[in-house]
């Protein structure tokens, strides 16, 4: 699988946006790139994923680079409950169904 | 609904000794997967399902990590000899195999920690 690069943390305070970026400069033309969190003392969860066009559900959204070569998470906002490990792991589905994850974003959300 | 759970929590085992360790996972998914997540690392995979059949075990660190799933839906992976470096959490995820584009979502049960004295 490709890889992601993150930024080790990040801080954000209560009620303001967060944007959590991604690089993955090697992802390939059938690579999905798919976000998963994990809270403390739980297992991860996922989040959203999409391929070339920005995506919107209830939890976030995903903005992708036009040269998908970069990708933005984006929690419009932020709650004390999103304090989590953000990971961006790139995902060919298919034949190819284990997640490979990275070390990820640790995420403070400050009140 | 239930989602997937894992059983127990916590083990801890001396070095030396065997542990079992189950995972219910969401009715009626047809992949299962096992994960192990050392401490301040993200997880890494470790051996996949499709149904009753281990299609990939090529993350199993050695010989005396085993996994099964004899009837397609609880598994068990099974650590035998345990070292002090096999402690970390063991998490387990079911998906449906829908064969969604883009790769099926996978949820995670809580994960079982295992210490090894």
């Known amino acids: 699988d490709a890889k992601t690069t993150q930024p080790n943390s990040m801080e954000s305070n209560e009620e303001e946006p967060v944007h959590l970026p991604c690089n993955h400069s090697t992802i390939s033309g059938t690579d999905y790139i798919h976000w998963y969190r994990q809270l403390p003392s739980q297992g991860p969860e996922y989040v959203i994923h999409?391929?070339?066009s920005n995506v919107n559900n209830r939890m976030a959204s995903l903005a992708i680079a036009e040269d998908r070569k970069s990708s933005t998470l984006i929690l419009h906002r932020a709650t004390l409950r999103d304090a989590a490990v953000y990971y961006c792991?790139?995902?060919?589905?298919?034949?190819?169904?284990?997640?490979?994850f990275g070390k990820g974003t640790l995420l403070t959300v400050n009140p | 609904g239930a989602g997937v759970s894992q059983s127990p929590r916590y083990k801890v085992a001396k070095r030396g000794q065997d542990v079992a360790l189950r995972c219910d996972p969401i009715?009626?998914?047809?992949?299962l997967f096992w994960y192990q997540q050392a401490l301040g690392q993200g997880p890494e995979f470790l051996t996949y399902f499709q149904n009753e059949a281990q299609l990939d075990k090529s993350g199993l660190p050695s010989d005396r990590f085993f996994a099964e799933r004899p009837e397609g839906s609880v598994s068990t992976l099974k650590i035998q000899r345990t070292q002090q470096e096999d402690s970390a959490v063991y998490l387990c995820?079911?998906?449906?195999?829908?064969?969604?584009?883009?790769?099926?979502?996978?949820?995670f049960g809580p994960g079982t920690r295992l210490t090894v004295l």
């Open positions: 995820a079911s998906s449906s195999l829908g064969r969604a584009r883009g790769g099926d979502t996978q949820y």
């Open positions: 792991i790139l995902h060919q589905g298919g034949s190819n169904y284990k997640l490979t």
């Open positions: 009715s009626g998914h047809v992949s």
């Open positions: 999409g391929l070339t």
